[in-house]
């Protein structure tokens, strides 16, 4: 009875996917699918690679300021009506507001907006954007009363390469 066990435990062990994460400390630059990201603070991320998504899930190390989820879409061209779109982005989103940012020879789509999540008044900010062949979508969680983060966040300063110094 006891190896059955085992065995089983055993086995069910293996369904199980454990994808790894690595500590990148505060200013190193981080790249990833072509891209090159930088964060104010030390972080862990966590690299997802399926067979229709490429991801990246940014965590703060040492406190919960933010929360950032990096995807490759694996589409060639965003065709989308902008109202419906508009309107599921943000679950309950106060102060919506939709702009289009240019950075360096990049035009991104940026949409930011109030949440209250677990009792906290979070500010969320969605970048859409092409580069080449590739469209991206960056989706980020940050406390609003860290108004150095927000800043951080709304100007584009994670975009190492992109965004002003």
């Not at 229709?52 to 990096?70: C, D, G, N, Q, W």
């Not at 694996?74 to 943000?90: D, G």
Request: charged share 20%.
């Amino acid at each position: 009875m006891r190896v059955i066990l085992i065995f089983l435990l055993f086995a069910l062990s293996g369904n199980f996917v454990v994808f790894p994460q690595e500590l990148k400390l505060k200013d190193v630059q981080i790249n990833w699918q072509g891209l090159t990201f930088i964060f104010p603070e030390d972080v862990v991320i966590k690299e997802t690679n399926l067979t229709t998504e490429k991801s990246l899930h940014v965590y703060p190390a040492r406190r919960e300021p933010f929360f950032v989820v990096i995807r490759k879409i694996p589409i060639t061209q965003i065709n989308f009506p902008k109202a419906s779109w508009e309107s599921e982005i943000f679950w309950h989103g106060e102060n919506m507001e939709a702009t289009e940012l240019v950075l360096g020879n990049q035009t991104f789509t940026v949409y930011k907006a109030d949440q209250i999540r677990n009792q906290n008044l979070l500010r969320a900010n969605l970048w859409i954007w092409n580069q080449g062949e590739s469209n991206y979508w960056v989706w980020i969680l940050c406390r609003k009363d860290n108004l150095e983060l927000v800043s951080f966040f709304e100007s584009g300063r994670f975009l190492k390469g992109l965004a002003p110094p």
